[in-house]
């Protein structure tokens, strides 16, 4: 166990839906990120917030946004959902928000658009 | 841009084989390395890092991997797999030029399957 929390685990929902993605970091851990993962583009970062503010932005389609709350946690918003949205979600976290730290993942949320 | 190469996407082993898993980068600043492992079902476990130092790091169930920073090279090797290794392994890498974040950037992945 990571200790970085993500509910729900699977997700299924319709094209043209919006679903919400929660991740719980690490006790401790300011930096939360977001990845996608996908057969063809494997892992790719889509977004990291370090204690409420972004940080650092990935190749994150603009029907998704995130946001960090005052107690750390963060939600991963996908709108207007398309069958090419279908992938495994991961968060991770990490102390700082800096190339030097290590960071944890949690075990994924699978989105199924159908 | 930045990119991480693994050349092998699939390695088929026996027990007690000896493993070397190639990863290359293409960022020429100074980088921290990282190789992760994803046992099926689970989530993504560090084996180990490199950020400075020693370029020969040794990480966890007896992995160890060797950053070459003339060839851009960072690979994980095992002396001996058992059929537990069976897994997917990732290489990423994190910049430190301007904006250093903690983005990782990973490669493709490779799975590992050990035969008892």
């Given at each position: ?45 889509l977004i990291q917030y370090y204690n409420g ?17 005052p107690d750390l946690h963060s939600e991963l ?38 | 841009?930045?990119?991480v190469s693994q050349h092998n996407h699939h ?106």
């Open positions: 166990d990571s200790g970085v929390t993500q509910t729900p685990k699977h997700l299924i929902t319709a094209t043209g839906q919006r679903v919400t993605l929660r991740c719980s970091p690490r006790s401790g851990d300011l930096s939360v990120y977001w990845y996608q993962q996908s057969l063809d583009q494997g892992l790719q970062f503010e972004e940080r650092a932005k990935g190749n994150i389609l603009e029907r998704f946004s995130a946001q960090q709350f918003n996908l709108s207007s959902l398309e069958l090419g949205d279908s992938a495994l979600y991961f968060c991770a976290s990490s102390v700082g928000g800096t190339g030097n730290t290590e960071a944890f993942f949690g075990q994924g949320t699978r989105l199924t658009v159908v | 841009a930045q990119s390695v088929i082993l026996s027990e007690a084989a000896s493993l070397e898993l190639g990863c290359n980068y293409s960022y020429g600043g100074t980088v921290n390395l990282f190789w992760y492992v994803q046992y099926p079902g689970q989530h993504l476990q560090l084996l180990l890092k490199y950020f400075s130092g020693d370029p020969l790091v040794k990480g966890i169930k007896g992995f160890e991997a060797e950053f070459i920073k003339s060839k851009f090279s960072f690979n994980l090797r095992k002396p001996s797999v058992q059929w537990s290794d069976t897994a997917e392994y990732f290489c990423a890498v994190n910049s430190l030029g301007s904006g250093n974040t903690g983005k990782l950037i990973f490669g493709q992945g490779t799975t590992l399957q050990v035969k008892p």
